[in-house]
């Protein structure tokens, strides 16, 4: 995934409340498979502060993988998800 600029990142993201809604329902998913494979939630991309109070999480399912990643700051997490939040790690 190219690295965005920080204008088409801001035109795109989703930030707080909205971020962690969508993060929440792409991952219950619909009856037998999760959400995050659907047109709906394809693209989507965000941050929010993370419910312990403790960091910042970011999603990122531009590439229909929802990669999930907590940070330490805001910061950190805005700049992860201008270059893409990349798996560590592959279950399959």
């Given at each position: 995934?190219?690295?965005?600029?920080?204008?088409?990142?801001?035109?795109q993201?989703?930030?707080?409340?909205?971020?962690?809604?969508?993060?929440?329902?792409?991952?219950?998913?619909?009856?037998?498979?999760?959400?995050?494979?659907?047109?709906?939630?394809?693209g989507?991309?965000?941050?929010?502060?993370?419910?312990?109070?403790?960091?910042?999480?970011?999603?990122?399912?531009?590439?229909?993988?929802?990669?999930v990643?907590?940070?330490?700051?805001?910061?950190?997490?805005?700049?992860?998800?201008?270059?893409?939040?990349?798996?560590?790690?592959?279950?399959?």
């Open positions: 995934m190219r690295t965005r600029t920080l204008k088409e990142l801001f035109e993201v989703l930030i707080g409340e909205k971020a962690q809604d969508y993060l929440l329902r792409m991952l219950e998913g619909d009856r037998f498979y999760r959400s995050f494979w659907k047109g709906r939630f394809r989507k991309f965000g941050y929010f502060k993370s419910p312990d109070g403790q960091g910042w999480v970011a999603f990122d399912n531009r590439e229909s993988d929802c990669v990643q907590h940070f330490k700051s805001k910061t950190d997490a805005v700049e992860a998800l201008m270059h893409g939040l990349r798996c560590k790690y592959q279950l399959w």
